[in-house]
């Protein structure tokens, strides 16, 4: 009995034993089936993390290419823009170069013409004072011998020349020209024509005179009547000539007159 007993015990503890470990065993395989569906969704968020990851990366590499392409077209725009700066600068130099030296050239030209008109203009101004003082030469000489009336007083010339030259006798290389000479029996008119004169001019005329008997000793015995002309005399002028005792000659109305006569 106690055998039967004993089994019969251990038949209710392995019963037991048994319910225990089916529901042990089916917790198990709860687990094991939870555990595995754990694991599916961790694999497939893995693998969706692994397929973004790829998306992601393929998105930087294009965005990295996509980047290096807009670099390479802004490298050739700015190399493009550098050599055509580089162009239009070489352009600007050469024009500028161009320019300097059309520009000179025209300075070159212009002081060229400039001195070309300076050496004309000088020219034409001695032609032009040339022209005057025979001008006014031309002006006495038909008035010749009737200054010479006038001057004379008691007597006429009968010789009258303009513009006369003569060498000195004793030293060739000195020459003295005489612009009107009226001679008269007892008496020379001798005129100095100047296209300005002034009391400095007539002081050296006077200075002139003085060596007259050594280029004409031909006249030496005669009255020097000395004289100036011009087409005007300035009245300071003219109270210089009365002083030493010169006639004093300008354009009147009609013809060349003295302007001094009996002042002195």
Same mark, same amino acid.
């Not at 004993?6 to 034993?17: G, H, S």
């Not at 754990?38 to 998105?59: G, I, P």
């Given at each position: 009995?106690?055998?039967?007993?004993?089994? &019969?015990?251990?038949?209710?503890?392995?019963? #037991?034993?048994? $319910?225990?470990?089916?529901?042990?065993?089916?917790?198990? @395989?709860?687990?094991?089936?939870?555990? /595995?569906?754990?694991?599916?969704?961790?694999? @497939?968020?893995?693998?969706?993390?692994? *397929? *973004?990851?790829?998306?992601?990366?393929?998105?930087?590499? *294009?965005? /990295?290419?996509?980047?290096?392409?807009?670099?390479?077209?802004?490298?050739? /725009?700015?190399?493009?823009?550098?050599?055509?700066?580089?162009?239009?600068? =070489?352009?600007?130099?050469? !024009?500028? $170069?161009?320019? !300097?030296?059309?520009?000179?050239?025209?300075?070159? %030209?212009?002081?060229? /013409?400039?001195?070309?008109?300076?050496?004309?203009?000088?020219?034409?101004?001695? $032609?032009?004072?040339? +022209?005057?003082? &025979?001008?006014? %030469?031309?002006?006495?000489?038909?008035?010749?011998?009737?200054? =010479?009336?006038?001057?004379?007083? &008691?007597?006429?010339?009968? &010789?009258?020349?303009?513009?006369? #030259?003569?060498? @000195?006798?004793?030293?060739?290389? %000195?020459?003295? %020209?005489?612009?009107?000479?009226?001679?008269?029996?007892? #008496?020379?008119?001798?005129?100095?024509?100047? !296209?300005?004169?002034? =009391?400095?001019?007539?002081?050296?005329?006077?200075?002139?005179?003085?060596?007259?008997?050594?280029?004409?000793?031909?006249? +030496? @015995? #005669?009255?020097?009547?000395?004289?100036?002309?011009?087409?005007?005399?300035?009245? +300071?002028?003219?109270?210089?000539?009365?002083?030493?005792?010169?006639?004093?000659? =300008?354009?009147?109305?009609?013809?060349?007159?003295?302007?001094?006569?009996? *002042?002195?």
């Amino acid at each position: 009995m106690l055998v039967e007993e004993r089994v &019969t015990n251990l038949e209710e503890v392995l019963a #037991k034993f048994m $319910e225990q470990s089916s529901v042990i065993l089916a917790a198990i @395989h709860e687990d094991i089936a939870e555990i /595995r569906a754990s694991n599916a969704r961790t694999d @497939h968020q893995l693998l969706e993390m692994q *397929q *973004q990851a790829e998306r992601d990366r393929q998105q930087v590499e *294009q965005e /990295r290419r996509d980047n290096a392409e807009r670099f390479r077209q802004w490298d050739q /725009r700015a190399e493009a823009d550098r050599k055509a700066w580089e162009q239009r600068m =070489a352009e600007s130099d050469q !024009r500028y $170069e161009q320019d !300097r030296k059309a520009s000179e050239q025209r300075r070159a %030209e212009s002081d060229r /013409r400039y001195e070309q008109d300076r050496k004309d203009f000088n020219k034409r101004l001695a $032609e032009i004072s040339d +022209s005057m003082g &025979t001008l006014i %030469e031309d002006f006495v000489a038909p008035c010749g011998f009737q200054l =010479a009336r006038a001057i004379f007083a &008691t007597e006429e010339a009968d &010789t009258c020349a303009i513009r006369i #030259k003569r060498r @000195h006798p004793t030293s060739p290389g %000195e020459m003295m %020209e005489i612009d009107l000479l009226a001679v008269g029996p007892t #008496k020379l008119l001798v005129i100095e024509v100047k !296209r300005r004169m002034d =009391a400095a001019k007539a002081a050296e005329y006077r200075q002139k005179l003085a060596r007259l008997p050594e280029f004409f000793p031909e006249l +030496s @015995h #005669k009255a020097v009547c000395p004289a100036v002309a011009s087409v005007y005399l300035e009245p +300071s002028v003219i109270a210089f000539l009365n002083r030493e005792k010169l006639y004093g000659i =300008a354009l009147g109305e009609d013809a060349m007159q003295v302007i001094n006569l009996g *002042q002195f």
